[in-house]
Nanobody, 123 residues
Framework: QLQLVESGGGLVQPGGSLRLSCAASGFTLDYYAIGWFRQAPGKEREGVSCIRTSGSSTNYADSVKGRFTISRDNAKNTVYLQMNSLKPEDTAIYYC????????????????WGQGTQVTVSS
């Protein structure tokens, strides 16, 4: 069974940090670009960050540049999203997704999705 599983979400105060993980089972992530998306209540799903297969190329939404860092460990079949200086507007369900081509900002391009992990930034 091909599956992505996110973990690492939770409640954090503004200015705090979290590290999200996206682990794959049933397939290897080596050949997939991995994107992180998020969806806040009442809003559309938006792309946050993406990393290409080799990890040599990454991109970020303007709203998270300088605060979030995406990385991958193909040996562990896992992709990470380090989130620092978190703000209340970062509150959302975060999803990882796999696309066997390139980094795309369009959610519909992605082949596999995780179930999501809740991130809440609040004092």
């Amino acid at each position: 069974q091909l599956q992505l599983v996110e973990s690492g979400g939770g409640l954090v105060q503004p200015g705090g940090s979290l590290r999200l993980s996206c682990a794959a089972s049933g397939f290897t992530l080596d050949y997939y670009a991995i994107g992180w998306f998020r969806q806040a209540p009442g809003k559309e799903r938006e792309g946050v960050s993406c990393i290409r297969t080799s990890g040599s190329s990454t991109n970020y939404a303007d709203s998270v540049k300088g605060r979030f860092t995406i990385s991958r460990d193909n040996a562990k079949n896992t992709v990470y999203l380090q989130m620092n200086s978190l703000k209340p507007e970062d509150t959302a369900i975060y999803y990882c997704a796999a696309f066997r081509r390139y980094c795309s900002g369009r959610a519909r391009d992605y082949d596999y999705w995780g179930q999501g992990t809740q991130v809440t930034v609040s004092s």
